[in-house]
Structures are given as C-alpha cells and as structure tokens.
C-alpha cells in the first residue's frame, strides 16, 4: 500500500449504453486483489465553505460553516488563499500528516465543478488544494465546500460503518481506511472506469451515503458513483470520471463511504448529521436522519430541496455527488438553509453542457456536533 503525503502527478459524450456496457463487464469480473489494512474514527478532520469565490490573502471563511479535529477552531479558524483564477489553498490547522481523502463540491447557481488538485502536510496543518470549472473546461472562480478526514485504527464502539479511498488512475490505492479492519481495493476497467470493493462495511441492501471526487493538478476532471451494489460481503461501487469534454478519463480519485456515520466519519458525536440517495426513488436505508426524523426531497431539480428535520447546528458542512452512467454532475445550488432546526439543502445537476437536469445523486449534510 502506497501511503499519500502529496503528489502532483498528472491524471464527445459517451453514450449512457456504453458506459453501462463497461459497469456490467467490470460487475462481471473477479473482484480486486486487495492490499494491506489501513486499519479511532476519524483521528484528524477540518471542513469549510469558502462563501468569497474572490478572496483576499488569509480569508477566514463562514465561521459558523467550519470546523476541526484540533484545538479551538473558532479562535484558530480554517484559512484560504486563492492562487490563480479557480484555484485556492485551504489550510487546515494543525492537523497535518500522511494518508486521509479530501472531497470538494461546487456551491454555484449557474454550472460548475470543483475537484481536489491535491493535498499535503504544510508545517503543522494540512493544505488543500481546490479548483473549479465552468462546463467547457476553463478554470472559473467559485464557491464550494470542502473537507479532510484520515482515519487510523478501529472505532471502539461501531455503529454503523466507515471507509475510504485514494485511488491513483491506474487503480493503485494510495491511501485507504475500513472501520472492519478489511482492505479496500479497486480495479481498473476501461478508459475512466474503475471498482472499488469495501469489505465488510455496510449492509446486503443499499443503506449509507456515497461521495466521490476527482483528483488531478493538471486539468479539469470530475467523478462519481456510476453504479453501487451492495452484497453481504460488502459494498462494489463502480467510478467514473470523465474529462471537460464529457469523455471517460482517467484520473485519480477519492471515495468514501458511510453508513449511520456523518460524511467525514464519526457518529455519536457528531449528534446532528443526515444523508439521502434519490435514483428515482428513496430508499429506505439511504435516507437517514440522527434525530429519527424524515428527510424530504422536493424541486424540480433546478434544484432539488432536501430537507433534514431537526438537525441543523452550526458549525456544519454539506456535499453532494451524481450518481449515474451519464457524464451530469451534481453540486450544492446554494449554501444550505436553517430554518427552525431543519436544513436544506438545494442540489444542482447539469447536463455536460451546463443545462439544468433532473438526475440521481447523493447529499450529505453533517454538524461538528
């Protein structure tokens, strides 16, 4: 198993039939060979919303929108600085070290992405590095949230499951974290397909949340769930990324995957946290709420409006991946709302072009508390 500190190695519309084709050969194949256990949950974390897509040198961004795994976060807050057009550094206090993923997710109106380009110890902290598009490719300013977690050991209660990957566009883990002790692995299928295979974690049925983000410094990239199978052994999710183009590319990636635990990893504490898969319909085990409430979906889809009761405390974060064997993305339309403890979240998907679309997805919302 390689262990990540940083990196900057390098990473028309196939039709859905196609795509579908390859997620059925790689459903077929044996599953993936798998490495060394990664195998406390999680023990270094930080999450922001950046809510200036212009900011000034050391911007603090939405206090009430950031938190972290180290020492007084309100009076040492997260910190950002914008390095080129759509490009930024967020530092992360004092929680620098080896291993973990990071997610990002577009907050815009009109259609963008937001991807990892990387992510490194800086002194005492951790550093990570986000850029965003517009539709055609070229870099763009936004706003977008964003997270880092790394996970050691095993929880010493487990409810529920947890579990990550960095996967190198090869199929290469680079870092990876299985709350069962197992070995995570991934296989490489065609030009931008990849299985990843979580043992032990999850259930026979779906149950949990997904998210998926594309890595690479060099260009822009974007990624998903294009298909998720569950079984008694674990959990088969296959990835698909794809280039500014819409085409399958080959990139590296982060995944991870929860069930009864908050985005980034802990349950119980966090109290307040909430997560729900629309493919058409609920499922049941994929719409979770800590406060045993119901979440709703309502919108057209320009956007969507999840609605969490009873959850909503500040500092909080969410994010949102497309599910699918289309080349759509998903992200947040806007920051979410608070009204009365519940929370909204309004979630965009666009066509390659940048139009409005009705897709799948997933969302997860998540409180430090």
């Known amino acids: 198993m390689h262990v990540r500190t940083s990196h900057l190695s390098s990473r028309p519309v196939r039709a859905a039939m196609l795509v579908l084709g390859m997620v059925a050969a790689l459903l077929a194949a044996a599953l993936p060979v798998a490495g060394p256990a990664h195998a406390a949950v999680p023990d270094r974390w930080g999450f922001a919303y950046l809510d200036n897509a212009t900011p000034p040198p050391g911007y603090a961004p ?22 080129g057009l759509g490009s930024y550094v967020v530092h992360f206090p004092l929680i620098g070290g080896p291993g973990g993923i990071a997610h990002a997710t577009a907050v815009n109106s009109v259609a963008h992405w937001c991807q990892i380009a990387d992510w490194k110890t800086a002194g005492p902290g951790q550093d990570v590095y986000v850029n965003c598009y517009l539709p055609s490719g070229a870099p763009d300013n936004s706003t977008f949230t964003v997270l880092y977690t790394s996970s050691s050991g095993l929880p010493a209660t487990p409810p529920g499951s947890y579990g990550y990957l960095n996967s190198d566009s090869s199929g290469t883990v680079l870092t990876q974290y299985n ?18 295979w979580l043992p032990s974690l999850g259930l026979s049925s779906y ?66 946290f ?31 409006t999840v609605t969490m009761p009873s959850v909503a405390v500040p500092s909080d974060t969410a994010h949102a991946t497309a599910y699918g064997p289309s080349a759509d993305y998903c992200g947040l339309y806007r920051p979410w709302g608070r009204t009365s403890g519940s929370v909204g979240l309004y979630v965009a998907c666009f066509d390659p072009g940048g139009a409005p679309v009705k897709t799948p997805f997933f969302a997860a919302y998540t409180s430090a508390f």
């Open 274 to 304: 909430g997560y729900l898969w629309f493919n058409g319909s609920l499922p049941a085990l994929t719409n979770y709420n800590s406060s045993g409430a119901t979440n709703t979906l309502g919108g057209s889809g320009a956007p969507f």
């Open 62 to 83: 939405d206090p009430s929108r950031q938190w972290g795994s180290w020492a007084s976060p309100s009076a040492n807050p997260v910190k950002v600085d914008q390095i």
């Open 179 to 196: 709350s069962a002790g197992s070995a995570n692995a991934v296989s490489k299928g065609s030009t931008g397909i990849w299985k990843a």
């Open 207 to 272: 149950a949990g949340d997904l998210q998926v983000t594309a890595v690479d410094p060099k260009q822009g990239a974007r990624c998903k769930v294009s298909d998720w199978t569950p079984g008694t052994a674990g959990q088969t999710v296959i990835v698909a990324c794809y280039d500014a183009s819409s085409k399958p590319y080959d990139t590296e990636w982060t995944l991870s995957y929860s069930y009864l635990r908050a985005v980034h990893g802990p349950a119980f504490p966090p109290k307040s």
